[in-house]
């Protein structure tokens, strides 16, 4: 189970994505046993579905070793990103809480707009054509291919990522493991991927995450920590640990 957002924010899903979450729902009631990819997501799924507590458990997801050894190489030509840049990376669709992010950024002074450039990126999805007009403000990148994903990651002064909730917030990870400095929501299981390597703050507050990345973005000092805190924290996200603890899972799901 990644996340229980269809049941948490109905209003921000299509009608498609609701009839499928609660198929999904049916099925996973007669389940002997589940995985959910954070604690957040499982006790979600145990307050809204129901489900037992002894049935369900949290195994972190794994990131690409990719990320870890991210080497911006040639993608700042390639995408012409000729200033340092703040990167926000995800489908464009109302969770994602990207008007949030172009109002703190429009609210940031000038000079720091004027060294810094905001770049999105990923493919456009639901209830997004006010905020597709918007991002024509800043660097949006539309999708961008999965072999670009780290690089362009690594490559990026502050990762941001304002989302309204996340079952496990795998941008978030990527970014950390990258030694990217982040700042990231308070809400839903980004905390608990994040821990102390990040600015967390309320999405809900325009105001709070323009002054969170003011923050990172005056102080090369708060940079350069909570990236070294970050690679740390990244390395309980490899897929080996989220191997391991499955194997488990299931050995024990099957009485071995």
Partial sequence: ???????????????????????????????????????????????VLGIKPEKIAAIHSGIADAFFDAEPGDIRGRYGLDRPFLLSLGTIEPRKNVDALLDAY?????????????????????????????LRSVRYLGYVPESDLAPLTGAATVFVYPSLYEGFGFPVAQ?????????????????????DAAILIDPRSRTELRDGLARLLESAELCSRLAARGRVRAERFRWQECAAESLRFFETAMGA
Avoid at 108 to 127: H, K
């Fill in 1 to 47: 189970i990644h996340d229980l957002t269809c049941w948490l924010m109905p209003e921000l899903h299509p009608a498609a994505n609701l009839r499928a979450e609660r198929s999904f729902a049916e099925l996973v009631k007669h389940a002997d046993r589940l995985i959910a990819v954070s604690e957040c997501t499982r006790q979600d799924a145990i307050r």
């Fill in 106 to 134: 429009q609210a940031l002074p000038e000079d720091v707009r004027r060294d810094y450039d905001l770049v999105v990126a990923g493919p456009m999805g639901w209830e997004s054509e006010k905020t597709a007009a918007r």
């Fill in 175 to 195: 970014a950390m493991a990258a030694g990217v400095p982040v700042i990231t929501s308070n809400v839903s299981s980004l905390p608990e991927i994040a821990g």
